[in-house]
């Protein structure tokens, strides 16, 4: 069988188009990225007790003030890069 | 994905998607303009996965189509013709739980409307560009390639071409 576009005259993106499409792909690409990053560490049974830990103090309402504060206090312990 | 048949490189997609959903309706398009062996095999592989969309879906890919149509170029431009953008946008707009990150259209029209629906989109020249970034496609090859789809069907302009090789090309 030929083998055939399904709309030959439809009018294609334009040379402007393609930056913003390589941007927006990459902009993907990198937040599947970090998703994955991000499951693989939480995934961890000794950071997720960790996490639970914070938690239950109280110095941390969530899981997500739990990983910032952590770091800041990583960041206040080791200084600021100079 | 007509384009990555055109020029051979169905590997190119497998490098930056792990799945690539479509309609039943895309299917069936794209089995009736004689892609069948290589959209097929992409299903039967894993990479292709083929969505059923419900018929209150279906009505909603219409609206979208028709919305789509009015945009054409050419003004007796049949909104059926469309139905396979809309169908994707639809899929992607309703079905969260997939967590589709990307939508890939190439048409202008459908592009316009995908844009409006805040769909963040890119299209097959958007892959070769990356690939360029990534080191994988020199500026000669991608000429190579999209000029390939153009003997074949799929009019990328000569202007794009040139863009996309020049700042993107290794």
Redesign the interface.
Request: hydrophobic share 35%.
């Given at each position: 069988?030929?083998?055939?576009?399904?709309?030959?005259?439809?009018?294609?993106?334009?040379?402007s188009?393609?930056?913003e499409?390589?941007r927006?792909?990459?902009?993907?690409?990198n937040?599947?990225r970090d998703e994955r990053k991000a499951y693989e560490i939480l995934s961890r049974p000794d950071i997720r007790a960790m996490i639970n830990q914070a938690i239950a103090s109280g110095v941390c309402d969530n899981e997500e003030s739990a990983i910032e504060r952590a770091l800041r206090t990583l960041i206040t312990a080791v200084g600021q890069p100079r | 994905m007509?384009s990555a048949?055109?020029c051979g490189r169905t590997d190119l997609l497998k490098r930056?998607f792990s799945l690539i959903y479509i309609t039943a309706s895309e299917l069936d398009?794209?089995h009736a303009?004689?892609?069948?062996d290589e959209v097929d095999q992409l299903v039967t592989e894993g990479f292709v996965a083929v969505e059923e969309l419900t018929d209150s879906e279906k009505k909603q890919a219409e609206v979208l189509a028709k919305r789509i149509a009015q945009y054409?170029?050419?003004a007796n431009s049949d909104w059926h013709?469309?139905l396979?953008e809309a169908e994707a946008m639809v899929l992607m707009q309703n079905r969260i739980h997939l967590d589709i990150?990307?939508i890939l259209l190439?048409?202008?029209?459908a592009?316009q409307v995908a844009n409006q629906l805040g769909l963040?989109?890119?299209?097959f020249?958007?892959?070769l560009?990356?690939a360029g970034?990534d080191g994988i496609l020199t500026k000669g090859e991608m000429r190579q390639l999209l000029k390939t789809c153009q003997q074949?069907?799929?009019?990328?302009?000569d202007?794009?071409i040139?863009?996309?090789a020049e700042?993107?090309g290794r």
């Open positions: 069988m030929t083998k055939q576009v399904p709309e030959p005259d439809a009018e294609l993106l334009s040379p188009d393609v930056h499409d390589v927006a792909l990459t902009t993907a690409l937040q599947r | 007509v048949f055109q930056y398009e794209l303009h004689g892609w069948l054409q170029k050419s013709n469309d396979a990150a990307i190439d048409e202008k029209a592009r963040n989109l890119t299209g020249p958007g892959i560009g990356r970034l074949q069907g799929t009019y990328y302009g202007k794009l040139e863009t996309l700042n993107y």
